[in-house]
């Protein structure tokens, strides 16, 4: 998967890929606005070139409240990424070339207020998923907000990761409509965070070939999705 070029289905306007954009934004937005008021901690894991955030943020009144780091692996996204941070005077953005997997890059910032784990869980095992929700409850805050995508492609695994979430003391705040085309979710966390374990994996990318269609910026159908 070349993941430069996979982004440029959302510049595709009507591609599953454009309106999932459009709902996340929404539910950025939506827990930005719901944040107390001070400062706020976001994380984006495999942030890619980091729209979801970036284009709600730049404009966003808690724009300086917010302290943000993107981990990215792909260099010509993060290099995206930081160039319309820098464009949008968001100086408490940082984009990390990193593996977005390791707990170690988030030490410093967990619990936050708001992680975006979109675009992940198409991509790895069902093991993976929920030992990623798992780190979910370590990674929010209370009261924090978690947004997250999964296609709805068979098997279509978004009820359970709901589920996944909810027996971890999240609270689902949104869900997409099943025919939406995409699958997209925000849970709130109504649960202390547990701490977070240092020097984990969370995920490995697997590349399956059933799910790559899914994730194909070649893809032309109305369920293109992460
Ligand atoms: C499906 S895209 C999603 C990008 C972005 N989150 C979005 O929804 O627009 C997946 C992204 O994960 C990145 N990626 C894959 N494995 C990664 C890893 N271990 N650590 C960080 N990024 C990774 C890819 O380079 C790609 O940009």
Same mark, same amino acid.
């Given at each position: 998967?070349?993941?430069?070029?996979?982004?440029?289905?959302?510049?595709?306007?009507?591609? &599953?890929?454009?309106?999932?954009?459009?709902?996340?934004?929404?539910?950025?937005?939506?827990?930005?606005?719901?944040?107390?008021?001070?400062?706020?901690? *976001?994380?984006?894991?495999?942030?890619?070139?980091?729209?979801?955030?970036?284009?709600?943020?730049?404009?966003?009144?808690?724009?300086?409240?917010?302290?943000?780091?993107? *981990?990215?692996?792909?260099?010509?996204?993060?290099?995206?990424?930081?160039?319309?941070?820098?464009?949008?005077?968001?100086?408490?953005?940082?984009?990390?070339?990193?593996?977005?997997?390791?707990?170690?890059?988030?030490?410093?910032?967990?619990?936050?207020?708001?992680?975006?784990?979109? &675009?992940?869980? &198409?991509?790895?095992?069902?093991?993976?998923?929920?030992?990623?929700?798992?780190?979910?409850?370590?990674?929010?805050?209370?009261?924090?907000?978690?947004?997250?995508?999964?296609?709805?492609?068979?098997?279509?695994? *978004? #009820?359970?990761?709901?589920?996944? @979430?909810?027996?971890? &003391?999240?609270?689902?705040?949104?869900?997409? /409509?099943?025919?939406?085309? @995409?699958?997209?979710?925000?849970?709130?966390?109504?649960?202390? #965070?547990?701490?977070?374990?240092?020097? *984990?994996?969370?995920?490995?990318?697997?590349?399956? #070939?059933?799910?790559?269609?899914? /994730?194909?910026?070649?893809?032309?159908?109305? /369920?293109?999705?992460?």
């Amino acid at each position: 998967m070349d993941w430069h070029e996979w982004h440029a289905d959302y510049d595709r306007p009507g591609s &599953g890929l454009a309106r999932r954009l459009r709902a996340v934004q929404a539910q950025v937005e939506a827990a930005l606005d719901d944040s107390p008021p001070g400062p706020l901690r *976001v994380l984006s894991l495999c942030a890619g070139q980091g729209r979801d955030l970036l284009e709600v943020l730049a404009d966003h009144p808690r724009r300086h409240d917010v302290r943000a780091r993107l *981990v990215e692996l792909d260099p010509r996204n993060a290099a995206i990424a930081e160039a319309a941070a820098r464009a949008a005077g968001l100086t408490g953005v940082e984009v990390l070339v990193a593996d977005a997997s390791l707990t170690d890059h988030y030490r410093d910032l967990a619990p936050a207020d708001l992680v975006l784990v979109c &675009g992940v869980f &198409g991509n790895i095992t069902d093991e993976d998923i929920e030992r990623t929700v798992e780190h979910c409850a370590a990674l929010c805050r209370t009261g924090g907000t978690v947004i997250w995508t999964r296609h709805r492609g068979a098997p279509d695994r *978004v #009820p359970l990761i709901c589920e996944w @979430f909810e027996d971890r &003391g999240f609270h689902r705040h949104w869900l997409s /409509d099943p025919d939406a085309g @995409f699958g997209a979710a925000a849970h709130r966390l109504h649960a202390d #965070p547990r701490p977070l374990t240092a020097g *984990v994996r969370m995920f490995t990318f697997v590349g399956r #070939p059933e799910d790559a269609f899914e /994730d194909s910026a070649a893809d032309t159908s109305e /369920d293109a999705d992460e």
